[in-house]
């Protein structure tokens, strides 16, 4: 007889998804405050901000010269869209190792059905 298990949905949001993989992709970028930009490094707002950036109160979608005042030292970089589809479609290629049932909502978020991957890795308590 076959075990069954409860429906099992994971939410996946990467945190300061932009940011997170400039400083993958750059280790300059890393431990620093980081603040990704749609098109203009002077004017415009913050599509992402890492976590370094997020401890001086930088937050999506505040002013540029907001962030710069808050934090003087924040690096602005305008964000790569194509290297972030990449590693999103990468993520989605990963997701479906485990399971077909993959929704993806963004860039930086999917659903995913991972009730029965139970069967062969164990719930959560295992």
Excluded: W
């Amino acid at each position: 007889m076959t075990p069954t298990f409860a429906r099992t949905i994971m939410h996946i949001d990467f945190d300061s998804f932009f940011a997170s993989v400039e400083q993958q992709a750059n280790p300059y970028f890393r431990n620093k405050p980081l603040g990704v930009t749609g098109s203009s490094l002077t004017r415009g707002v913050v599509c992402a901000a890492s976590r370094e950036a997020k401890k001086h109160g930088i937050k999506t979608g505040m002013p540029i010269f907001k962030a710069r005042e808050r934090c003087p030292h924040i690096i602005i970089i305008t964000g790569d869209f194509t290297k972030y589809q990449y590693i999103h479609k990468k993520s989605l290629e990963i997701f479906a190792r485990f399971t077909d049932l993959v929704e993806p909502f963004s860039i930086d978020e999917a659903f995913i059905d991972v009730t029965q991957t139970q069967r062969f890795f164990g719930g959560a308590k295992n």
